[in-house]
């Protein structure tokens, strides 16, 4: 919808100017004369010729979205109606792309269509799981109470990430450091010291002479050895893009002793927290696995849910699938076998996310820990 920009004078014969939101010119004129401006001067909005690269677009984050997720449902469940309540949302959204978004969706909304099908207009902002839910709680009647689930679910799976990527940064920083650090003296420290040792015309020891070595190597072949990290990176990648090469690096990641165990956890507690999310929400079963399975992150625990899913489908209870994919630990089978033969999968779903949110965080002190001596000696060295 067009912006218009107005200046006049009010009652008092201050002066006045501000925006607003209408159709037509015609639109905006009555709304700025509701606020009492005497003969208005209106004009359209000049567009930002950037408005419409998506790289110049600020995007609109996780927080931004469950800030949205929970004051609606608490505007809805204070009886305000759902157009009213986007209006208000919209209008105090600082974020321009989020803000176009909504005043879309608003528009949609009254015009008749419900709010998960204006939300799917949007996928970058609101992913599968989100409008699934939505569509749920708009059949159920029960909008507010999914939209306050989804906020609380966002923010443990917010958490979640938070904290992989707390375990991630140290590591990955020391890195960084470490290896500047060493390409520093093997191409301005050493070479100082090699000449120094020529000059003396002495032997030098076998340890100095392989740090020499590797020194004139590094210094020789630099432009060689970049375009060869480059060129790992980009076959890597390639691979990666691939169906079959995507499953084989997420099978092996898996299967990584340290790391692996890490991704592992954070699968479990994934997948049981959407899962019973979606199940409280009255999501069908086979239509929350198909939406797990793509927010899974890795193809090997995406395979194996949709399996899960087949299974179902011919009559199987889901603890036989999960435990022939061999990807899911055997307590949490035994556990999801329990909760489904007592009709309360979606409870014990949320006991295991939360003993595996627990599990992650012992996984992450861990792996620090073990870190920690690495790169220290690496450093010394």
């Not at 100017?17 to 037509?24: I, L, Q, S, T, W």
């Not at 979606?278 to 194996?304: C, R």
Request: proline residues 5%.
């Amino acid at each position: 919808m067009p912006v218009y920009v107005w200046k006049g004078k009010n009652s008092s014969g201050e002066k006045r100017k501000g925006e607003v939101e209408a159709p037509d010119m015609a639109a905006a004129l009555l709304q700025v004369k509701r606020l009492r401006i005497a003969d208005p001067v209106i004009k359209e909005k000049p567009k930002d010729l950037l408005e419409n690269v998506s790289i110049f677009k600020p995007k609109v984050t996780g927080k931004d979205i469950v800030i949205f997720t929970r004051q609606l449902s608490t505007m809805i469940d204070a009886g305000l109606p759902l157009v009213q309540g986007l209006e208000i949302l919209e209008k105090q959204q600082s974020n321009p792309t989020f803000k176009k978004a909504l005043g879309e969706i608003r528009s949609d909304v009254e015009s008749g269509s419900t709010l998960s099908d204006a939300m799917r207009k949007h996928p970058k902002i609101f992913d599968n799981l989100f409008n699934n839910m939505i569509e749920a709680g708009e059949t159920g009647g029960i909008l507010d109470t999914i939209l306050s689930r989804l906020a609380t679910f966002m923010e443990k799976s917010m958490a979640l990430k938070k904290k992989i990527k707390g375990a991630m940064t140290y590591p990955v920083i020391c890195l960084a450091i470490s290896i500047l650090i060493l390409i520093v003296i093997l191409v301005f420290v050493v070479p100082v010291f090699s000449k120094m040792f020529n000059d003396f015309g002495s032997s030098l020891p076998l340890p100095t002479q392989i740090v020499v070595n590797m020194s004139e190597f590094f210094k020789n072949n630099i432009v060689f050895i970049l375009v060869g990290i480059f060129l790992i990176i980009f076959i890597i990648k390639k691979i990666y893009s691939t169906k079959k090469g995507e499953l084989t690096i997420d099978r092996l990641l898996l299967r990584s002793p340290v790391v692996g165990v890490l991704l592992r956890k954070v699968a479990v507690a994934k997948f049981t927290r959407t899962l019973s999310t979606m199940l409280q929400s009255g999501v069908p079963i086979l239509e929350a696995l198909q939406v797990v399975a793509k927010t899974a992150g890795n193809k090997v625990i995406e395979n194996a849910v949709f399996m899960v899913g087949d299974a179902i489908a011919e009559g199987r209870p889901i603890a036989e699938p999960l435990e022939e994919s061999g990807v899911f630990p055997n307590m949490v089978v035994q556990m999801i076998n329990v909760g489904e033969s007592v009709g309360a999968l979606d409870a014990m779903l949320e006991k295991i996310a939360d003993f595996y949110d627990e599990e992650v965080d012992q996984a992450v002190e861990n792996l620090t820990a073990m870190i920690e001596p690495f790169m220290m000696v690496f450093l010394g060295e």
